[in-house]
């Protein structure tokens, strides 16, 4: 799903859910990072996901999607490998998503993919999740 080769890019996961209205999206944000070359850099790049989910699907859906997030070292085609969120040179950055998600009043599941430290990276995006507004 991280490399151009492979299925699974925004617009390719929101048609597969607009074929039945009880699919809903889960969206690996390290791919979409990946294969936009490094592309979500802040708060305004998740917004435009966010906002083209909830445009395609509708809010409802939107807001239980399923989450795939890690930190992600990319290569010109594409994922090469999850990272860790201490390595802070990778991204994108649960901490701009976080906001987001939690004052549209998502409620899916977020699942950590970080490499190696995954536990730990699970209770940050916890930490972050839970000191949100």
Known sequence: MGKYSQIG???ETLDFCLA???LLPCIDFAHLHALSGGGIKGTEEF????????KTLGIERARKM????????Y???GEKRHRTFAEKDYGPRFEHLA??????GYDG???CECKGTQADD?????RIWNECR
């Not at 917004?47 to 909830?54: Q, S």
């Not at 989450?67 to 070292?73: A, M, Q, W």
């Not at 906001?99 to 549209?104: D, E, S, V």
């Open 9 to 11: 890019d925004l617009a």
């Open 109 to 111: 599941v977020i699942i």
């Open 66 to 73: 399923h989450v795939h997030f890690s930190t992600i070292e």
């Open 47 to 54: 917004e435009k996901i966010l906002d083209t989910t909830e």
């Open 122 to 126: 699970a209770a940050e995006m916890r």
């Open 75 to 77: 290569t010109a085609a």
């Open 99 to 104: 906001p987001l998600m939690k004052a549209r």
């Open 20 to 22: 039945d209205e009880k």
